[in-house]
């Protein structure tokens, strides 16, 4: 059967205290948007149609961001759950198919509890996803009969009765297309909000003697991000959740608890990773690399064999080949270094290409922005390049070469030679002590 998403993200989130709308605030690296429709991607649908509100145009960006081929619904108004999918009825007018629906700012549903939802559809007209609460609170509430669901109740229109129920509603729900937007042209917005909820499908599924049906999952999928408060939780949880992912996949942590994963980071069976280590997006570490301690890394990827740190940090770009050394207080940025190449203390190698078993010494720099554009530095095979040495883009310093310690280098070094571009050095006999000796006096004469 095909499917289709519908991921609503159009929530204000004003209990935020931000401008930035609610399902950009990042995750592990990457907006709330994304997880949910990361988890949706798994399910390989026909369709994404993310519905928009507030901040509608950056919602929009970051979801095609993730997903090119995302199509955008825009809600204009704020008028409840209902109102917001049927928003997505044109972008989804000649799909045949089952829709589930999904929330931008609900960030852990696993792919295998929506997988079980399209498998219970099928004896169901709607499914939905519920939990058992600790503290059900404001949560809506699922009425069952038995096995069967008959309807969801708001927490502000539930009696005292229905409130005491702990099994709760979690928002996500999945039905064939052509029913569900059959059932939302019907749902009225008689309630204490005035608004038109998703949730009174089931009760109108009901009358018309249509099955409804409950799937559950832990209450720890369902979480919902209102607050920063909630955010920081979400963080804590995705780390310790990754974090095991990790260690029961082979990585070793040396002290796992310090090390901050983003959502799309891939490390490989015996890497070794240290303390206070930091994973933005886009990084993959391969198998056997280590990662030292205070490292912190974006964008990047790291050969097996490599070793990183401590106190490096790697930027967008940075492609470290097998048996790589970048060693403290390195930065690398938009640079390929080759096999066995070494930049090992205190330097910056951004936009330059490093070759095969190279020696960048300590305090070099690639000199690559003149101000208003970048440019590239070429270190050829097993070049040694002296301490402090600066190399002004664009050079190349050619295979076997060697530049002299504190050179200056702007001009290309041909293959198997010597650059020294630094200034005579010169002696003055006694001078340094006459210098010292005129400014005491100096100082004695101002009191």
Same mark, same amino acid.
Do not use: W
């Given at each position: 059967?095909?499917?289709?998403?519908?991921?609503?993200?159009?929530?204000?989130?004003?209990? %935020?205290?931000?401008?930035?709308?609610?399902?950009?605030?990042?995750?592990?690296?990457?907006?709330?948007?994304? /997880? !949910? %429709?990361?988890?949706? @991607?798994?399910?390989?649908?026909?369709?994404?149609?993310?519905?928009?509100?507030?901040?509608?145009?950056?919602?929009?960006?970051? !979801?095609?961001?993730?997903?090119?081929?995302?199509?955008?619904?825009?809600?204009?108004?704020?008028?409840?759950?209902?109102?917001?999918?049927?928003?997505?009825?044109?972008?989804?007018?000649?799909?045949?198919?089952?829709?589930?629906?999904?929330?931008?700012?609900?960030?852990?549903?696993?792919?295998?509890?929506?997988?079980?939802?399209?498998? !219970?559809?099928?004896?169901?007209?709607?499914?939905?996803?519920?939990?058992? @609460?600790?503290?059900?609170?404001?949560?809506?509430?699922?009425?069952?009969?038995?096995?069967?669901?008959?309807?969801?109740?708001? /927490? *502000?229109?539930?009696?005292?009765?229905?409130? @005491?129920?702990?099994?709760?509603?979690?928002?996500?729900?999945?039905?064939?297309?052509?029913?569900?937007?059959?059932?939302?042209?019907?749902?009225?917005?008689?309630?204490?909000? $005035?608004?038109?909820?998703?949730?009174?499908?089931?009760?109108?599924?009901?009358?018309?003697?249509?099955?409804?049906?409950?799937?559950?999952?832990?209450? *720890? +999928?369902?979480?919902?991000?209102?607050?920063?408060?909630?955010?920081?939780?979400?963080?804590?949880?995705?780390?310790?959740?990754?974090?095991?992912?990790?260690?029961?996949?082979?990585?070793? %942590?040396?002290?796992?608890?310090?090390?901050?994963?983003?959502?799309?980071?891939?490390?490989?069976?015996?890497?070794?990773?240290?303390?206070?280590?930091?994973?933005?997006?886009?990084?993959?570490?391969?198998?056997?690399? +280590?990662?030292?301690?205070?490292?912190?890394?974006?964008?990047?990827?790291?050969?097996? $064999?490599?070793?990183?740190?401590?106190?490096?940090?790697?930027?967008?770009?940075?492609?470290?080949?097998?048996?790589?050394?970048?060693?403290?207080?390195?930065?690398?940025?938009?640079?390929?270094?080759?096999?066995?190449?070494?930049?090992?203390?205190?330097?910056?190698?951004?936009?330059?290409?490093?070759? +095969?078993? @190279?020696?960048?010494?300590?305090?070099?720099?690639?000199?690559?922005?003149?101000?208003?554009?970048? /440019?590239?530095?070429?270190?050829?095979?097993?070049?040694?390049?002296?301490?402090?040495?600066?190399?002004?883009?664009?050079?190349?310093?050619?295979?076997?070469?060697?530049?002299? #310690?504190?050179?200056?280098? #702007? +001009?290309?070094?041909?293959?198997?030679?010597?650059?020294?571009?630094?200034?005579?050095?010169?002696?003055?006999?006694?001078?340094?002590?006459?210098?010292?000796?005129?400014?005491?006096?100096?100082?004695?004469?101002?009191?």
């Amino acid at each position: 059967m095909p499917v289709s998403l519908v991921i609503l993200a159009a929530g204000l989130g004003s209990r %935020m205290n931000s401008d930035l709308p609610k399902v950009l605030h990042p995750l592990a690296g990457a907006p709330l948007l994304a /997880h !949910a %429709m990361r988890a949706g @991607a798994e399910l390989e649908p026909d369709r994404v149609v993310v519905v928009t509100g507030h901040g509608g145009e950056r919602v929009a960006s970051a !979801a095609r961001a993730e997903n090119p081929e995302a199509r955008i619904a825009h809600q204009a108004e704020q008028l409840g759950t209902a109102h917001a999918v049927a928003q997505a009825r044109p972008a989804l007018a000649d799909f045949s198919g089952d829709i589930v629906v999904l929330y931008g700012d609900t960030p852990f549903i696993r792919p295998e509890t929506l997988a079980a939802m399209l498998e !219970a559809r099928e004896r169901h007209a709607i499914c939905v996803l519920g939990f058992e @609460a600790r503290d059900p609170g404001r949560y809506g509430r699922l009425v069952m009969s038995g096995d069967r669901l008959d309807r969801i109740v708001e /927490h *502000a229109d539930a009696t005292d009765e229905e409130r @005491a129920i702990r099994l709760c509603n979690s928002g996500v729900l999945c039905a064939d297309s052509t029913l569900l937007f059959d059932l939302i042209g019907a749902v009225g917005n008689a309630n204490a909000k $005035g608004e038109y909820y998703l949730t009174d499908i089931v009760a109108i599924a009901h009358a018309r003697g249509l099955s409804t049906g409950v799937v559950t999952c832990p209450e *720890a +999928e369902t979480l919902g991000i209102n607050t920063r408060a909630e955010l920081a939780a979400a963080e804590t949880a995705f780390q310790a959740r990754a974090r095991a992912e990790a260690l029961g996949n082979g990585v070793t %942590m040396t002290a796992p608890e310090t090390v901050f994963l983003a959502l799309d980071t891939v490390i490989g069976r015996d890497a070794v990773i240290g303390p206070n280590v930091v994973f933005g997006p886009g990084v993959t570490v391969e198998s056997g690399a +280590e990662i030292l301690a205070f490292c912190h890394l974006e964008g990047c990827h790291i050969s097996r $064999g490599a070793v990183v740190g401590p106190f490096a940090r790697l930027r967008p770009g940075a492609e470290l080949a097998e048996d790589v050394r970048v060693g403290n207080f390195v930065e690398v940025k938009n640079a390929i270094l080759d096999e066995g190449a070494k930049v090992n203390h205190l330097s910056y190698i951004g936009d330059a290409h490093v070759g +095969e078993r @190279a020696n960048v010494g300590a305090g070099t720099v690639t000199c690559n922005y003149d101000g208003v554009m970048k /440019h590239r530095t070429e270190i050829g095979a097993r070049a040694f390049i002296g301490s402090d040495t600066m190399l002004v883009a664009p050079v190349r310093v050619g295979a076997d070469a060697m530049t002299g #310690s504190g050179s200056v280098i #702007s +001009e290309d070094v041909p293959d198997g030679a010597l650059a020294i571009g630094r200034a005579r050095q010169e002696v003055k006999p006694g001078l340094a002590l006459r210098l010292m000796a005129r400014l005491r006096a100096a100082r004695e004469r101002k009191g």
